[in-house]
């Protein structure tokens, strides 16, 4: 019996960032034949989902980006390497997500619209990147995270889809939380939480509309051996905690909330919806407002 739908529930857009979790390109490639058990499961359930890639990715397996495509999901870009913008200058960010469009629509035939920075680094201090993606041709970004959180947050911002004053969509990542305490969704964070936990997050708040649920091939992957991952320092044993029973929280969260259309087939109807919150402005020290 499928589970009682939560209040207040709105469907929830499934996204995938495609990304190598290898420390060393000498390891064998783990990732896409995990994304192919993804693209299995979104087939079994008739979700259309939008997969950020990383540029160097479609290049390495341009059989598996066209693959994604012809399963009817969309591409987007996950930076041309998997970098935060913190690290980033503008041009160097402006030649990235050039070549990640290029190559990725000239494999798929479709137009690339959206971008997600790796570790959701979109903050006050990478604000520059919203004028160079729409000058690019982007029409959203999707890295906002709207809480505070252990590496890159933005707390202050929307919960819900929002326009950047050049016009730009935001539909970042959706917040699981109760009261003041709140993750991002996806992730090591809904790997790390018991399911009755989960339930009991999502029931009591659930994700706000047009809220997006991420998840890595890693994230599924049994068998990767371990490492000592950079950021996480002395907390990389938690990116592989939980790693069995996310096929069940996923199953849950599809059959409490149902699935959205991918983000890019979202901006139209969410306007006329009246779904994007006001425009958010940031001020020259980036606090930020409304209008
Ligand atoms: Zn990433």
Same mark, same amino acid.
């Given at each position: 019996?499928?589970?009682?739908?939560? *209040?207040?529930?709105?469907?929830?857009?499934?996204?995938?960032?495609?990304?190598?979790?290898?420390?060393?390109? %000498?390891?064998?490639?783990?990732?896409?034949?995990?994304?192919?058990?993804?693209?299995?499961?979104?087939?079994?359930?008739?979700?259309?989902? =939008?997969?950020?890639?990383?540029?160097?990715?479609?290049?390495?397996?341009?059989?598996?980006?066209?693959? @994604?495509?012809?399963? +009817?999901?969309?591409?987007?870009?996950?930076?041309?390497?998997?970098?935060?913008?913190?690290?980033?200058?503008?041009?160097?960010?402006?030649?990235?997500? *050039? *070549?990640? /469009? +290029?190559? @990725?629509?000239?494999?798929?035939?479709?137009?690339?619209?959206?971008?997600?920075?790796?570790? +959701?680094?979109?903050?006050?201090? =990478? !604000?520059?990147? @919203?004028?160079?993606?729409?000058?690019?041709?982007?029409?959203?970004? %999707?890295?906002?995270?709207?809480?505070?959180?252990?590496?890159?947050?933005?707390?202050?911002?929307?919960?819900?889809?929002?326009?950047?004053?050049? +016009? !730009?969509?935001?539909?970042?990542?959706?917040?699981?939380? @109760?009261?003041?305490?709140?993750?991002?969704?996806?992730?090591?964070?809904?790997?790390?939480?018991?399911?009755?936990?989960?339930?009991?997050?999502? =029931?009591?708040?659930?994700?706000?509309?047009?809220?997006?649920?991420?998840?890595?091939?890693?994230?599924?992957?049994?068998?990767?051996?371990?490492?000592?991952?950079?950021?996480?320092?002395?907390?990389?044993?938690?990116?592989?905690?939980? &790693?069995?029973?996310?096929? /069940? /929280?996923?199953?849950?969260?599809?059959?409490?909330?149902?699935?959205?259309?991918? !983000? &890019?087939?979202?901006?139209?109807?969410?306007?006329?919806?009246?779904?994007?919150?006001?425009?958010?402005?940031?001020?020259?020290?980036?606090?930020?407002?409304?209008?």
């Amino acid at each position: 019996m499928p589970p009682k739908r939560p *209040r207040r529930a709105n469907p929830v857009t499934f996204t995938v960032d495609v990304e190598d979790h290898r420390p060393d390109p %000498s390891w064998p490639v783990r990732y896409a034949s995990i994304t192919h058990q993804l693209l299995d499961w979104f087939d079994s359930r008739a979700i259309a989902a =939008t997969f950020f890639v990383v540029g160097e990715l479609a290049v390495e397996s341009p059989a598996l980006v066209t693959e @994604i495509a012809s399963r +009817g999901h969309e591409l987007a870009l996950h930076n041309w390497r998997h970098e935060p913008l913190t690290a980033m200058r503008p041009a160097q960010f402006r030649d990235w997500v *050039r *070549r990640g /469009k +290029g190559v @990725i629509e000239d494999l798929t035939g479709a137009e690339v619209v959206g971008f997600r920075a790796p570790t +959701g680094s979109v903050v006050p201090e =990478t !604000l520059w990147c @919203i004028d160079v993606l729409a000058e690019e041709g982007y029409l959203y970004d %999707s890295s906002v995270v709207p809480t505070r959180n252990p590496l890159y947050q933005f707390p202050g911002a929307p919960q819900q889809p929002f326009r950047w004053p050049n +016009g !730009l969509a935001e539909v970042g990542i959706a917040v699981l939380g @109760i009261g003041g305490i709140g993750a991002p969704f996806g992730g090591t964070y809904i790997r790390l939480l018991p399911l009755p936990v989960l339930k009991f997050f999502l =029931t009591m708040n659930p994700p706000a509309p047009g809220g997006s649920l991420y998840v890595h091939p890693h994230d599924f992957d049994l068998d990767e051996p371990r490492w000592r991952v950079p950021d996480a320092g002395r907390l990389s044993p938690l990116l592989w905690a939980g &790693r069995r029973s996310l096929w /069940k /929280k996923l199953d849950w969260i599809h059959q409490a909330f149902g699935a959205s259309a991918p !983000l &890019r087939d979202q901006l139209h109807t969410a306007d006329q919806g009246g779904v994007f919150h006001d425009p958010l402005v940031p001020t020259g020290n980036a606090r930020l407002t409304t209008t």
